[in-house]
């Protein structure tokens, strides 16, 4: 049951505000504009002059429909119009088919009773996954077609108001504002390590329009899909036997990097994805820590495959940067690599997936049009 003491106002159902997906049917009560998730009891009479935020004490006997609650509870003036009401619990949602769920609906509305849910992950102090979308979660008790809640109630009622004002009662006829094209990075790289075979899988699963590939080059001419020259920002390259490998580069102002052109492919192969934290090792939080090694990393030749292969996908954008640098200080052209993995591929044919090329290095420009491509510049800020 709800704790009393987070109980606010919520408008009903259209701005309403939800924790552990259960449901919980109330009397209804004419209180107005507004009702309340959780009734409380009248606690006397009390002038409207009198301090609204003057806390006053509820006897326990008042709050027996809360019988987990503390003998005594302070609460708010500005709550004591609420009403008396006795909560039923129908335990876990997902206890009932979504067919049970209507019916239940219907049968609590029946007798002049609203059904509330509760206990959704939002709520929660600390997330287990940062790219979970509560969004969703609130639609599937709003807006699934078949039933809907008449409100929920929620620690955090700004994201269940702006879900149920901007998202629920969409249609998918509805008039499109605005055609856009999503663009990954390094496919889904907040739910996965970037660049591997699982992040590009969600992206694609999530609906992304092109797959992106920022292409590193290792010791043995490889051209891969890597976020990083420095592989210690997304692999466990330094708990590795790789680490005495590890130098600095002015050049780059990278300090105890460990480079891709200083590794073969075989090597990175051996090394365990990390998803990327950019608060380095500040910080312990990661998003979706329960697969923050998982997956593997692609060659670009695999990438380009698998992207011919995803028909929902449009097109590819590869960024190539250091491109100058690695050329001449370590005699590895990234540029021709990737020219001739796309090639290889058929990218060449008008008739097959669009592909744009990244750089911050205008001299890898003009090299790249010899294949049908858009090349443009990341601008610096």
């Known amino acids: 049951m709800v704790d009393v003491r987070r109980c606010w106002a919520t408008k009903d159902l259209r701005g309403a505000a939800a924790v552990n997906r259960g449901l919980t049917a109330f009397d209804l009560a004419p209180i107005g504009e507004w009702s309340f998730s959780v009734r409380l009891p009248y606690i006397g009479p009390h002038s409207d002059d009198e301090d609204d935020t003057e806390e006053i004490k509820a006897p326990s006997s008042a709050l027996d429909c809360l019988t987990e609650l503390e003998n005594s509870l ?20 997902t206890d009932f088919p979504l067919d049970d769920s209507n019916d239940l609906t219907k049968k609590e509305h029946h007798v002049n009773k609203k059904l509330f849910a509760s206990g959704f992950a939002n709520d929660v102090p600390l997330p287990y996954n940062y790219s979970y979308d509560p969004v969703s979660e609130y639609l599937s008790f709003i807006d699934n077609r078949q039933f809907s809640v008449d409100g929920v109630v929620a620690d955090f ?9 901007c998202y ?44 992106d590939c920022p292409v590193q080059i290792t010791s043995d001419g490889i051209p891969i899909c890597f976020g990083s020259i420095n592989v210690r920002d997304r692999t466990n390259a330094a708990q590795s036997e790789f680490l005495n490998r590890a130098t600095n580069n002015p050049e780059l102002n990278i300090v105890d990097g460990i480079f891709t052109y200083n590794l073969t492919w075989e090597e990175i192969q051996s090394l365990r994805p990390a998803i990327y934290n950019p608060y380095g090792a500040n910080y312990t939080l990661y998003r979706n820590p329960n697969a923050r090694a998982a997956g593997n990393f692609m060659q670009l030749s695999d990438f380009l495959a698998y992207v011919n292969n995803q028909s929902p996908v449009s097109g590819v954008l590869i960024t190539i940067e250091n491109a100058a640098y690695v050329a001449a200080n370590q005699s590895l052209g990234v540029t021709d690599a990737v020219l001739s993995s796309l090639s ?38």
């Open 168 to 211: 629920a009662f969409r249609r998918i006829n509805d008039t499109v504002f605005a055609n856009i094209s999503v663009i990954s990075n390094e496919g889904a790289s907040t739910d996965y390590p970037g660049c591997t075979d699982l992040a590009y899988n969600k992206a694609v699963s999530d609906g992304v329009d092109i797959l």
């Open 74 to 93: 302070p609460l708010k003036r500005g709550l004591s119009s609420c009403y008396a009401g006795k909560p039923k619990s129908f335990g876990n949602l």
């Open 157 to 165: 009622p700004v994201t269940p108001s702006a879900t149920i004002d």
């Open 344 to 381: 290889d591929a058929g990218y060449n044919n008008r008739t097959t997936k669009r592909v744009m090329i990244r750089s911050s290095d205008s001299a890898d420009g003009p090299r790249t049009n010899v294949l049908q491509t858009h090349f443009f510049y990341r601008c610096k800020f």
